[in-house]
């Protein structure tokens, strides 16, 4: 079946409590005749084995977890679970097995805590009653509770009803008041118990126990519990760290104390699952869903009350631009409206689309120009993170506003001109925030999540925006830093050239080679509008100087830019390339990479060898008129030979069409001559007249009336060349006389139609003969003729 939805993970818990793998494959519902009973199957994608077959018994008790799961045991100490690709098909087995026990599909369980067929699992707990009894809390009873608490969290059943028995009796509280007693007289076995019992219960997946837990009078004691990991030989500081090292910073005072008491306990939570616990298996994840669920609507509770504090907000932003803010609570501000974002991604899209509006009236997108541009790397770094939440959410937004800019501001401070010179300035020796803000900017020119719909003039009006009053920002260091390459034609063919201004500095080549790939996605998104800038700029030419980088990866840049524009097979582009010359340092390079065996050479070669495939034509012919000598040596490849023969084609075909057409006076002077004085009879050559008059042009056939009677309408066969002659017939004569013609000895069957004919043939014209031998495969092609 390769229905997704029916998808699904087989596991079966082994002797160590751990849950193991057994295949992946596709589950159904099918009445088994041999186990005489409604059975899951699950057949292995890979092959079609059988992985699981199991009767659905009227008494087992299945429970279904977070959506994709399905758990169940057949036998003591034999658990199994179905983990769903997919909700929807979890739901119709879940739908299929409640059927088959007569249950409501709305519950997570399909029978009661107290079942019959769960009493033998219950055997090492002293009494099966609806609750777990457990055991007094007391200090000398904390090894019976740790292993009452693990010995559960096999079994689904096991673990509903120690869930209710802790919720019903308060012992949460009492186990952490354990803690403190045991942390007080230094019984680190009895504070090893406690981690066991407190992991355990977190485990148990509860919103129920996590309230307690998470309350501000125990969740600090629970993350005690925790450091005391009996696998570490000294215990952990985690409360030290949450009350000295971590700050909690309000940068405009939090008048809400239910809002600042959900900050706290949600970062507090947020470390529990992220540092201290630890990372849970492939199937223990579904342990700790309700934990993260915990967190998830916490901080969407968090982000709603924020947002609906509107004079919160408005404070935020006003003192985010006042120039008197001092630099350090400035970096708060930026950091606080840095997380608020990252906060606002556990909303709904719906919820976030409302969030984000928010932000741009009260004006985040001017607020972000000003702090851009400041000197604090970190503030910028943080603002850059935001900026990169707004266009992630809505690239139209963010474009919206800039198009408005240039009525009010400067080019200069034009936010998309910030962020060019943010990615151009960057600081860090590997650009890491020059990469983040390049991918940003492509975001924002890409044509394809320009809107059609709402605004069909957003693509152009936004591109003819930016190459007015941003390409040039872009563009600047790398016409900079190729200035002055005038005397490059200066080099001898195939000589090293050590340009002086192709930058060598590291972090300088970086840069460039990132705005040549912004540039190369241009040249494939922007046709006509990059297409003018190149031209105007001569940028191809400025680009192709960074052939001569010492760092490979630049120069690569250089010809994969190159080679995108000769990939598009525009006449425009190719005219601009022969014009200026501009093979010259690609195939300067290639001779000065020597024999090396490289990417450079291969990337060379194979934009070589696309002209070819490509058949270019205008490009061939300027290759190997300009620079066949430099390459012919080149052997190792057939790619240049390749060229020179598509050369070759092309000029014979040249010639042959302007032989074929041309008729000076000479050569009908010659032709008269052996009109009139060839005396050769031929029986058909009335019936070749006939078919040739036909087909000549007017003035022809006047010509040929005028001499028609003088030559007895015996000669005309003699000066055509026939293309009927079957594989058997007398090969070619040549005529002696001084037109060189050659002539052919025609099949005796009067010929219906016959090869082109021209009026003379002249000594150049036999590779043409030979051509059109091979390209005619049909014999029976009638004459063209020009006049």
Known sequence: MSDTRRRVKVYTLNEDRQWDDRGTGHVSSTFVERLKGISLLVRAESDGSLLLESKISPNTAYQKQQDTLIVWSEADNYDLALSFQEKAGCDEIWEKICQVQGKDPALDITQDPIDESEEDHFEEIPETTHLVELPPCELGRLEEIADLVTSVLSSPIRREKLALALMSEGYIKKLLGLFRVCEDLDNREGLHHLYEIVRGVLFLNKAALFEVMFSDDCIMDVVGCLEYDPALVQPKRHREFLTKTAKFKEVIPITDSELRQKIHQTYRVQYIQDIILPTPSVFEENFLSTLTSFIFFNKVEIVSMLQEDEKFLTEVFAQLTDEATEESKRRELVNFVKEFCAFSQTLQPQNRDAFYKTLANLGILPALEIVMGMDDLQVRAAAIDIFSYLVEFSPSMVREFVMQEPQQTED???????????????????????????????????????LAST????????LSFFYKYCMHVLTAPLLANTAHDKNSKDHPEGSAKINPVCPDNFQTAQLLALILELLTFCVEHHTYHIKTYIMNKDLLRRVLVLMNSKHTFLALCALRFMRRIIGLKDEYYNRYIIKGNLFEPVINALLDNGTRYNLLNSAIIELFEFIKVEDIKSLIAHIVDNFYKALESIEYVQTFKGLKGRYEQEKDRQSQKL????????SL??????????EDDDEDGEAVERRMDEDFSDSYEKFMEAKKGAANGANGANNAKSATIPPASPAVTSNTSSSSVKTVALPATPVVKTALVGLVDYPDDEDEEEEDEEEEQSPRKRPRLSS
């Open 455 to 462: 605004n069909k003039t957003e693509k152009t009006e936004f």
């Open 659 to 666: 032989n074929r057409y041309r008729r000076d006076a000479r």
């Open 669 to 678: 002077d010659e032709d008269e001559e052996l009109w009139f004085n060839d």
């Open 412 to 450: 200069d401070v034009l936010l998309i001109n910030v962020v060019i010179k943010q990615m151009i300035c960057d600081s860090d020796p590997e650009l890491g925030g020059a990469v983040q803000l390049m991918g940003l900017l492509r975001t924002l020119i890409d044509p394809e999540n320009m």
